[in-house]
């Protein structure tokens, strides 16, 4: 396990689509374990892989709800709206306001290849919907209404 | 007794002009003709409504500006030969033998003369002259001009609907024994047991508490307040939105400012029967750590400009100054500081007004979240037909029975 290095914005490697994963090996768990690693130590309440360069379909989560691996999600369907503060490991200094939606349902596969469904709601979904983001090369700044110096 | 049907009008809109009173309460303070009461309002209502356009047409006939009381005068009788179609020798002879009855006998020539000699299509002709296009619509509208001026930035065309929207009617909300009214005229509102009349008379199912006379925008702001365990109902008098609450919330706090306005809610709460209300008199713009995070809801109805409720209290267009929103947003700005911290995480804080602004309405609340990172807007639904602002809905009188109200829902949680 290792603490990867944050790509910050700017970098070419975020505004890339990412592609699916296909291999659910080794090298994903390193991945993964990695990218758990990262997002602790860095207080943050989620991480994609392309913010540590690697342009595949890997998003973690991790808020009061709990720690979640996401790899290939999709969102199947949204409900309602909420506006909130975000911040990114990779714009450090800035935060904005950005409007997701209120309830979201994803379905993705686990480290180990198997289908899972989740629905989440409230900061978990704006988390979810944030990183995914990230997946087709979208930042948070690209969406704010407001952004401002953290 | 051969009554002049002016002087009622007269002395109420003298105690609205001249005291600033406040129309609602300058009508309960004088002494007037009963039988003529709904002729009387209708003119003192009708009178401050086209308020500005009267001003146009008196500047036009009369440069010099008359006086308070000849203004006056002048006024009811144009709203009488304008929108109540009455004949302009009556009016006139009305206008005069009022001039006489208040020893002004000296100016009955002047009043006279002006009356005979106005001409509507002329002074209209003469609005359309105005260069200005805020400024033409304004005085068309009778509305200020620096407020016609927002709602054309916020509203575009909708503007002039908005501001000439008509009051829908009487909104009343039944408690129990709706039927015996509904056989009145009246419209349904998306709003159970509730219904605008065109007029309704109060009688002694009122004290008994089976109805209350409620804005069908106030209904809707309880309508996005979530049921909840323990509410603050931060700016309370006279009581309405907490009584209703008081129907889905186990118990509800409400804080007023005045203590003669938590009499009113006192009053209100017991007409209605309702025993789960505690009134309080506190300033909501004053934190008390007796109540940090002791509420699972907390209701901001901030004071505001009022624009919203221009059609039931047209003196609002008169009184009203641009100058007064700094004063009005430091108070709403305030009052959210501090209520904000009575709110439990998890918990919501609901911010409302009666504005049709957005430096009151979402204005405020982008203000409030720049400091308040730990809140985040939940978009609110609602069945009155309402706009949707960036943080939270706009209620506009020319869609919602003549309501104009702003509500928007805030949970507190986690810092980002």
Redesign the interface.
């Given at each position: 396990m290792a603490i990867r290095n944050v790509v910050q914005v700017g970098d070419d490697v975020l505004r890339q689509k990412c592609f699916p994963v296909e291999a659910f090996d080794e090298k994903l768990w390193a991945l993964l374990d990695d990218m758990k690693e990262t997002v602790k130590k860095e207080d943050g309440?989620g991480l994609a892989a392309p913010q540590v360069g690697v342009l595949r379909r890997v998003a973690v989560v991790d808020v009061?709800d709990g720690y979640f691996e996401f790899i290939n999600p999709v969102i199947l369907s949204q409900k309602?709206?909420?506006?909130?503060?975000?911040?990114c490991l990779s714009v450090r200094g800035k935060?904005g306001?950005v409007?997701r939606p209120?309830k979201v349902k994803v379905a993705y596969q686990d480290r180990y290849g198997e289908k899972q469904l989740l629905q989440a709601k409230?900061?978990f979904a704006?988390a979810i919907c944030h990183e995914l983001d990230h997946l087709d090369g979208v930042l948070y700044i690209d969406k704010a209404?407001?952004i401002?110096k953290a | 007794m051969l009554s002049n049907p002016v002087y009622d009008p007269f002395l109420i809109l003298t105690k609205v002009y001249s005291d600033g009173a406040h129309v609602k309460q300058a009508i309960a303070d004088t002494y007037i003709e009963e039988q003529y009461r709904s002729r009387t309002v209708k003119i003192v209502y009708g009178v401050l409504e086209n308020d500005g356009y009267f001003d146009f047409c008196i500047r036009r006939y009369a440069p010099k500006a008359p006086k308070l009381a000849v203004r006056t005068i002048l006024k009811i009788s144009l709203y009488m030969l304008l929108y109540m179609d009455k004949q302009r020798y009556m009016v006139t002879d009305c206008a005069v033998g009022l001039c006489k009855k208040l020893g002004k006998t000296g100016v009955s020539g002047f009043v006279n003369a002006f009356l005979r000699r106005f001409d509507r299509e002329a002074t209209d002709a003469a609005v359309e002259q105005i260069p200005d296009e805020t400024e033409r619509a304004a005085v068309k509208n009778s509305y200020p001009a620096y407020a016609y001026r927002w709602l054309k930035q916020e509203y575009g065309t909708r503007a002039e609907e908005i501001a000439t929207a008509k009051s829908g009617g009487v909104s009343v909300r039944f408690v129990k024994d709706e039927a015996q009214y509904l056989s009145k005229p009246h419209k349904d509102t998306p709003f159970p047991h509730t219904y605008i009349f065109e007029s309704f008379v109060r009688d002694d199912g009122f004290d008994d508490g089976n109805y209350t006379f409620q804005s069908v925008g106030s209904i809707a702001i309880c309508d996005c307040v979530a049921a909840c365990e323990n509410l603050l109902d931060a700016c309370a008098a006279p009581g309405g939105k907490s009584v209703l609450l008081a129907q889905k919330c186990k118990n509800v706090t409400s804080f007023e400012l005045h203590a003669h306005r938590v009499e009113l809610i006192r009053q209100y709460k017991e007409r209605m029967g309702v025993t789960n209300v505690t009134e309080l008199q506190k300033d909501s713009s004053v934190f008390d750590p007796a109540y940090e995070e002791a509420f699972d809801g907390v209701l901001c109805d901030a004071p505001c400009s009022g624009f919203g409720t221009v059609s039931e209290n047209p003196d609002i267009k008169l009184f009203r100054k641009e100058a007064d929103f700094q004063g009005l947003a430091k108070a709403q700005r305030a009052i959210l500081e501090t209520c904000c911290r009575y709110v439990k995480t998890g918990g919501a804080l609901y911010y409302s007004t009666c504005s049709l602004f957005e430096r009151e309405n979402d204005g405020i609340v982008?203000a409030f979240?720049?400091n308040h990172?730990e809140?985040?807007?939940?978009?609110l639904e609602s069945p009155l037909p309402h706009d949707r602002k960036?943080?939270g809905l706009q209620f506009l009188p020319d869609r919602a029975f003549g309501a104009g109200f702003y509500v928007c829902k805030l949970?507190k949680?986690?810092e980002?």
């Open positions: 309440a009061e309602g709206e909420q506006s909130g503060w975000e911040g935060s306001i409007s209120m409230g900061f704006r209404t407001l401002e | 982008q979240l720049k990172r809140f985040t807007v939940e978009q960036k943080y949970v949680g986690r980002v």
